[in-house]
């Protein structure tokens, strides 16, 4: 059964460092997703991506992040400078039309020391 | 007017018991109503989803119950059993390419 992918699982870094989120989501699918989760809470949504731009975005997703699919396969987060409150787990989800079922990834665990 | 309200927070049932779990909503753009099952380390996972031109969707052991004039969806659970201790997001969205709106959550534990 084809499912999202994430990688990696755990990342540790530094207050002030960059950080790159990689998914890789159902082939075939169209529309492209970032939600956060920090612990404890519900999930939040971050961006939506289809037809390579943004299609929508909340208010979490500040200037300090930024998505991209550099191939056919891949979709990233990137936090270009990260903040101990940007600690959370990052999920990825793809959907193959507008209005078909999301399919979320494992989740990428961000830790901000 | 985007939020999902989700109850109870938690829930303790007893194994063979009924998990119940409500969610409310205000905005009648919605038009999908996925709940999402989710254990710890773990992505969200679709569990049972409904459209408000039906009042009740069953899949096995779950159902969902959905009250259009009152804003209302809610979750049961037949028979529980202790593999269905997870945490349970309710979330709504409306049509085309939008993201989901998520509840808060509700941590079920089922006990023997």
């Known amino acids: 059964e084809p499912e999202v992918t994430q990688t990696p699982s755990h990342q540790v870094t530094q207050m002030g460092q960059e950080v790159i989120l990689r998914c890789v989501p159902i082939?075939?699918?169209?529309?492209f997703y970032w939600y956060r989760q920090i612990l404890g809470q519900k999930v939040e949504f971050l961006v939506s991506?289809?037809?390579?731009?943004?299609?929508?975005k909340s208010e979490i997703f500040d200037d300090q992040f930024s998505v991209e699919r550099p191939d056919g396969s891949n979709f990233t987060l990137k936090i270009r400078s990260t903040k101990l409150e940007d600690s959370a787990m990052y999920f990825c989800?793809?959907?193959?039309?507008?209005?078909?079922?999301?399919?979320f990834g494992p989740g990428t665990r961000l830790t901000v020391l | 007017q985007q939020q999902v309200k989700q109850s109870p927070q938690s829930l303790i049932v007893q194994k063979g018991g009924i998990s119940i779990i409500n969610c409310a909503y205000e905005?009648?753009?919605?038009?999908?109503f996925p709940w999402y099952q989710q254990f710890p380390g773990k992505g969200p996972a679709l569990l049972i989803a409904?459209?408000?031109?039906?009042s009740e969707k069953k899949e096995g052991r779950f159902t969902i119950s959905f009250n259009k004039s009152a804003k209302q969806f809610s979750l049961h659970i037949m028979d529980s059993q202790p593999g269905d201790s997870a945490t349970y997001f309710c979330?709504?969205?409306?049509?085309?390419?939008?993201?989901?709106?998520f509840g808060k959550g509700t941590r079920l534990s089922v006990i023997a």
């Open positions: 989800a793809s959907r193959g039309t507008a209005g078909g079922e999301q399919f």
């Open positions: 409904i459209r408000p031109d039906v």
């Open positions: 082939s075939n699918h169209l529309y």
């Open positions: 979330a709504a969205r409306s049509s085309g390419n939008t993201p989901l709106v």
């Open positions: 991506f289809y037809n390579n731009e943004i299609s929508e």
């Open positions: 905005n009648t753009a919605f038009d999908y």
